[in-house]
């Protein structure tokens, strides 16, 4: 099979391509097969102290449009392997932190070390090193989603039958492999998941992943979580932005919640959920919206209780200062009518409320 590419599929092919040195080497076992790939976790543990070091030194980035502040003065350092998630509501400016990593957009002031290259003066090498998977799905609909992959594998110098293979591979993995006709037919998830094996069949060392698992149904999202998962298990780094908690949770080694340009809170999962011991989280179910409207408006008197969140007509969140002894006087009075009390661990979406005020979702 041959194809014709246009002009505008080369400049769009460039998105992936940024450079056509050659492939990471260490990095041959990454899509060798996904499906054996955890027999290979010893690389992980077995690791020399240098192989432990940060490959991303992020300091004082920030990114300015016009008035706007998108990205203030962030900072974060990851290490090799690792996987490294930036989590926050829609504007947070992940997108932006991830653009000018990726060298598609200049900083207005800070600098980024990665792998020993600093953003401002080696963009370059930079470019020869990473993969990217945009937010907004960058394919050729008129292509086959074999004939999307190859074109980037062999724009980044990868042989016709390496990349036919590799391609094939890929797309078999992501549950799309038996699709032979235009992408222009394709559901929005089905793109969602070539424009992954699109940013990543010259598996590059490091990855940025940019809500990779926006918009997929759940069946989807969890083929998409287990490919990542393999992949961090030969050792590539990655990074990855999203506004679910569940996914950031799931994946990451570490965490950085993100709000309005800022880094407000960062650590591994546990460490964030640990991070406001003093506050219990609390789930009250009512018979009937009334008395749920009822106890919510008696809760909102008491100081100690941080927020309420409506999770259903009649289901409602309650994290509050202290423990039960705390609450139990507050309950009696209030929320007299409970159908169901329910303590709960807390999450990450309750970490920013608390830091906030706001859900992740708003
Ligand atoms: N090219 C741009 N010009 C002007 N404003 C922008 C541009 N790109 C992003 N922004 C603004 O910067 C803020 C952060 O955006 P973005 O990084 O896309 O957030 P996120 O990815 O967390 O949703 C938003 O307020 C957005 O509207
Ligand atoms: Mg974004």
């Known amino acids: 099979m041959s194809v014709c590419f246009s002009k505008t599929m080369i400049k769009n092919g460039l998105h992936y391509v940024h450079n056509l040195k050659p492939l990471n080497k260490n990095m041959d076992l990454v899509l060798e097969d996904l499906s054996v790939i955890s027999n290979h976790q010893a690389y992980n543990i077995n690791e020399s102290k240098s192989e432990r070091d940060i490959i991303i030194d992020v300091q004082s980035l920030e ?47 800070g600098d980024a070390i990665i792998d020993d ?88 060392k490091i990855l940025f992943l940019d809500e990779p698992s926006a918009g997929l149904d759940p069946q989807a999202r969890r083929l998409v979580w287990d490919f990542i998962r393999n992949l961090k298990k030969t050792g590539m780094t990655i990074i990855l932005t999203t506004h679910d908690m569940v996914e950031a949770d799931l994946l990451s080694d570490h ?41 919510q408006k008696c809760l909102k008197n008491y100081d100690n209780i941080k927020n309420i969140q409506k999770i259903s007509d009649i289901k409602i969140s309650v994290s509050f200062i202290g423990g039960i002894p705390t609450l139990k006087n507050e309950i009696l009075e209030c929320a007299i009518k409970v159908k169901n009390l329910l303590f709960r661990d807390p999450t990450l979406e309750d970490i920013f409320l608390n830091l906030t005020g706001r859900s992740l979702r708003d």
Request: charged fraction near 25%; aromatic fraction near 4%; include cysteine.
């Open 63 to 109: 990114k300015k449009f016009g008035d706007l502040k998108a990205v203030d003065n962030v900072s974060f350092q990851i290490k090799k392997g690792e996987l490294f998630s930036l989590l926050g509501p829609n504007g947070a400016g992940k997108s932006t932190t991830i653009r000018m990593l990726t060298t598609v957009l200049n900083p207005t002031s």
């Open 255 to 295: 965490i950085a919640i993100m709000d309005k340009g800022k880094i407000i809170a960062m650590g591994t999962p546990n460490e964030l959920k640990k991070k406001d011991m003093n506050v219990s989280n609390l789930e009250l179910e009512f018979h009937n919206a009334q008395e749920l409207n009822d106890t």
């Open 117 to 204: 290259n600093s953003l401002k003066k080696q963009k370059n090498q930079i470019k020869s090193i990473i993969g990217v998977c945009p937010q907004d799905i960058v394919i050729f609909d008129v292509l086959s989603a074999e004939e999307n992959v190859r074109f980037v594998a062999e724009m980044h110098g990868i042989d016709k039958k390496s990349a036919r293979e590799e391609s094939k591979k890929l797309l078999q993995l992501m549950n799309i492999g038996g699709r032979k006709d235009a992408c222009k037919n394709f559901s929005g998830g089905m793109k969602r998941r070539l424009n992954l094996v699109m940013g990543l069949v010259h598996k590059p």
